[in-house]
């Protein structure tokens, strides 16, 4: 069918070159066909398209970040790297140490935009970084120590993922009473938002702390002043004013020799286990030496 299509065309076009005209001459094919001459092909030239150059921060995003490096400064540490903080996100954080104290470890700072919340924990942790941001999560790498290792020199590493709902994070527990149980049990997460929610490889999802039947319920919490306590405020006191002059030593010892050594010192009252006013703790432990699994 093909074939007899095209040979219908092929009769047309032949047809159209010597029927004759109305005049009653008849066109030849050779006049009526054009004739075709040859003409060079124009070369295009390819405009190469040129990179976008990726745009820097914006006046506002560059005062943000200062603003959080200063608020870290206020609390006595020093930023490690401000790029860390992503002021295009809701959640942010800034790594810092100890000011003049680089073996001090290191602390996370929480933004909530610019709006600080406070520290990942109470106490410095070694070899901290930042491992990955997002818009609402950060995730934190710690160092781990592995046994055998030398102090200030963990040899692992755990990621510990953080997500700001609101203005809090929130953590959950539970308890299960395992000295007793044969069943499995859950670990239950309370997903706060529609949207999917990945582990990623080797990453904690959970922390196993074992805890005695009814201690928790033995404590009788209460909020009050600490003035109520003249021991504890005295104390309170005394480390207020000695880090405070701490601080502005630490300052001064930028621009004059004369306190030089003030520049690494740091008080470490508590790591000797005695308070700021020299009292000593009756019981004091710097490191735990736990079992493995």
């Known amino acids: 069918m093909l074939a007899t299509i095209a040979f219908i065309g092929v009769g047309v076009a032949i047809a159209q070159m010597v029927i004759p005209e109305p005049d009653g001459t ?23 398209k040129k990179k976008a150059k990726p745009k820097g921060p ?32 809701t959640f942010r954080v800034l790594i810092g140490r100890p000011v ?46 592995e046994s055998g290792d030398p102090a ?21 527990e539970g308890l299960v009473e395992s000295d007793w149980t044969t069943a499995t049990f859950t670990m239950n997460w309370k997903l706060t938002r529609p949207g999917e929610v990945v582990f990623e490889q080797d990453e904690p999802f959970c922390m196993v702390i074992p805890q005695r039947r009814h201690d928790l ?24 004013t000695a880090r405070q002059a701490m601080l502005r ?21 508590y790591f000797r286990g005695r308070t700021a006013d020299g009292r000593e703790a009756p019981e004091h432990k710097t490191k735990k030496r736990l079992k493995p699994f």
Do not use: C
Not at 26 to 48: D, I, N, Q, R, W
Not at 222 to 237: F, L, S, T, Y
């Open 26 to 48: 008849e066109a030849s094919a050779a006049s009526l066909a054009p004739t075709a001459t040859a003409t060079p092909a124009k070369k295009h030239k390819t405009a190469k």
């Open 58 to 89: 914006t006046k506002a995003e560059r005062e943000s970040t200062k603003a959080a490096v200063a608020i870290v400064r206020q609390k006595g540490f020093t930023t490690l790297k401000q790029s860390d903080y992503d002021p295009k996100a």
């Open 100 to 145: 003049g104290d680089s073996a001090g470890g290191n602390r996370a700072f929480f933004f909530m935009k610019d709006t600080f919340l406070g520290n990942d924990a109470l106490s410095p942790s070694t070899k901290l970084t930042v491992a990955r941001t997002g818009k609402v999560t950060v995730t934190l790498s710690y160092g781990v120590y």
């Open 152 to 172: 200030g020199q963990p040899s692992a590493r755990k990621k510990v993922r953080f997500r700001l709902e609101g203005t809090r994070i929130h953590a959950l």
């Open 217 to 240: 319920e033995s404590f009788s919490p209460a909020i009050r002043p600490v003035g109520d306590d003249a021991g504890a405020e005295a104390g309170w006191d005394a480390f207020t």
């Open 249 to 269: 030593r630490k300052f001064l010892s930028q621009y004059t020799e004369a306190l030089a050594d003030t520049r690494e010192a740091w008080e470490g009252d």
